[in-house]
């Protein structure tokens, strides 16, 4: 038999023993991430105007040292970029685009990005800008 204060006992269990897996789960969440020492940028390309410049990014970023993935949107004029800390950093990954003629400026995250709608090639300069 169950008294009313013994199903209330039991719930307060059943609650602490969730929250416990929970945080259990967060942690090692957190230590799998430290493990790999993979951290994601968000860039917004400057330069980024059509399919061929998302290749070229796409052709050197992505085999830039310490780059395990990445993914470009040429709506937002952003890449995605996914690295190993420990063999690149921010300011690293600026240098490999900045060598392929792109300006990459870190988008804060949570930053509104806007969308370029349509293709406007006024102020972009193809010249030297072999495709
Ligand atoms: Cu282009």
């Given at each position: 038999m169950y008294s009313p204060f013994n199903i209330l006992l039991m719930k307060r269990i059943i609650l602490v023993a969730l929250c416990a897996v929970f945080t259990f789960s967060l942690a090692y969440a957190q230590d799998g991430k430290k493990k790999s020492n993979k951290e994601t940028l968000t860039f917004k390309v400057e330069?980024?105007?059509?399919a061929n410049c998302v290749k070229k990014i796409e052709k050197n970023i992505a085999f830039a040292?310490?780059?395990?993935d990445l993914k470009c949107d040429l709506p937002t004029r952003t890449a995605e970029v996914t690295y190993r800390s420990d063999k690149t950093s921010e300011a690293k990954l600026k240098e490999a685009f900045k060598k392929i003629g792109m300006e990459a400026k870190t988008l804060k995250e949570g930053e509104e990005v806007q969308k370029h709608e349509g293709h406007d090639h006024s102020g972009h300069d193809h010249a030297g800008h072999k495709h």
């Open positions: 330069g980024m105007d059509c040292k310490g780059v395990t």
